[in-house]
Nanobody, 114 residues
Framework: QVHLVESGGGLVQAGGSLRLSCTAS???????MGWYRQAPGKQRELVAI???????NYGDSVAGRFTISRDNARNVVYLQMNSLKPEDTAIYYC?????????WGQGTQVTVSS
């Protein structure tokens, strides 16, 4: 069992930046880590993932504005979000994918005002 805790969410004006952190209770170095988000009335969608080897993939709506990174020594995954837009408002969830198992955090709210 891996316990994930997200932090860093909050209220920011459009054009601003936030950095989310996801701290895992156990080692993440064998896991694909990701960030997903869910806005009210919408399905959960991929924001970004980072593989064991450090390769990254981003959702089309955030590519070029968001950056995912990982610190395996600290068991932490980050999401740097720049040039935020009101449509980025959502609950952001951290995901740990190991083999066929997925672990999820409780989520952190990000609200971008116009």
């Amino acid at each position: 069992q891996v316990h994930l805790v997200e932090s860093g969410g909050g209220l920011v004006q459009a054009g601003g930046s936030l950095r989310l952190s996801c701290t895992a209770s156990g080692s993440i170095f064998r896991s694909v880590m990701g960030w997903y988000r869910q806005a009210p009335g919408k399905q959960r969608e991929l924001v970004a993932i980072i593989t064991i080897g450090g390769n990254t993939n981003y959702g089309d709506s955030v590519a070029g504005r968001f950056t995912i990174s990982r610190d395996n020594a600290r068991n932490v995954v980050y999401l740097q979000m720049n040039s935020l837009k009101p449509e980025d408002t959502a609950i952001y969830y951290c995901n740990n994918h190991w083999g066929s198992i997925d672990y999820w955090g409780q989520g952190t709210q990000v609200t971008v005002s116009s």
